[in-house]
């Protein structure tokens, strides 16, 4: 049988994540283009692994992550705040290059020299 608050609370956590994190006021996490790409909870609600991505690249998506940490309790409190739930998980952040690897796709796909629909081969 599917667990739907599971999915529920994993959703409503990566939206309250996004809302918080641009509170944050730790400059790592401040000074760059921070998303959240992913939110996965454990079932006992006890984990909550999010994985954040910048378009600055890998590296300051590792800065930044260093900053989550360090402001991992306010973030959890804050969460605490905004959600009803008998126990707030622990944030475990993971940097991804999820960003810096669509935009990575996206110039390849534009730099191919595909014909458009109303063009025909005849005219090469």
Not at 61 to 72: D, E, H, I, Q, R
Not at 75 to 97: A, C, N, Q, W, Y
Not at 104 to 113: C, G, T
């Amino acid at each position: 049988m599917p667990s739907y608050k599971i999915d529920r609370v994993t959703e409503d956590v990566r939206r309250e994540l996004s809302a918080i994190l641009r509170e944050v006021k730790d400059p790592r996490v401040k000074d760059c283009l921070l998303s959240v790409v992913r939110v996965e909870v454990t079932n006992d609600l006890s984990y909550c692994t999010v994985y954040v991505s910048t378009v600055e690249g890998m590296e300051q998506t590792k800065t930044a992550v260093k900053g989550l940490k360090s402001a991992a309790g306010y973030i959890r409190r804050e969460l605490g705040k905004r959600l009803s739930l008998r126990h707030v998980p622990e944030m475990l952040f993971k940097p991804t290059d999820s960003i810096e690897y669509g935009a990575h796709i996206s110039r390849i796909l534009n730099d191919l020299d595909l014909p458009e629909d109303g063009e025909s081969d005849d005219e090469l």
